[in-house]
């Protein structure tokens, strides 16, 4: 076994640590912005209902003053007859009375309508919301915990760029240079045990040549077909 490996091990133990903590950390802006994107469409329902419910609102009141510009309408109509002596102008007059009854009524059950409609807007728009101040206060403790837990990964991570700084100053150069370049493109396991004969890393099966360097020589051996640094660990 080349004298290097069992330090390159260690480092390459660090590496995956470091590998696993900036994992962790990438998969935080994404779920605070996940939980971030599911408080938007709840927000954005509740505001919906809100809108519905004042235009329900405001069509009752339409409603309400046309109501009122035909009942004042009636009271001048009522006034007319009054003061008219001409039998086929009372009549026409109780014509337009009669129309704006039943017109009356018809905006009446409108009205009614739309009151029942407001109801069931309003009890939806009440528990929509008090749902969204639940999931407001669920969200901001969750991001106050992803924040903090990204404050503690990115602490260790610096420790962990300490420490490793510290070990390599006492590693061979070219060594480290040799682990470095195959760790840039097979990170995590630039250095693989031989298991049955097989690369650890690639799992292609070796010669009997290559095999028997790796178990006898004291040199670097290199997987042929992934190139990884190849140790003997049974
Ligand atoms: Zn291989």
Known sequence: MHPSIPSLLKLQEMDKKIIEIR?????IPVE???????????????AQNKKELLQVDLSIKEIEAEIAELKSKINQY????????KNEEYQALSHQID?????????EDEALDLLEKKEGISKTYKEA???LHHLAVEVKKKIETLSAQKD?????????????KAYISHLEPNTL????????????????????????GCHMRM???AYLKVKASDALVFCEYCGRILYFSE
């Open 99 to 107: 129309n704006a009854i039943q017109k009356i009524s018809d905006l």
């Open 207 to 209: 010669t009997k040549q």
């Open 78 to 85: 009522k006034i007319q007859q009054l003061s008219t002596r």
């Open 129 to 131: 919301d008090i749902q």
């Open 177 to 200: 240079q040799i682990y470095q370049r195959i760790a840039a493109s097979k990170p995590g396991s630039a250095i693989t045990p031989v298991i049955d004969e097989t690369c650890g």
């Open 152 to 164: 503690n990964l990115e602490k260790t991570l610096s420790q962990l760029f300490e420490e490793r």
């Open 23 to 27: 994992k962790l950390l990438a998969k």
């Open 32 to 46: 605070i912005e996940k939980i971030q994107k599911q408080l938007k469409i709840e927000e954005e329902k509740v």
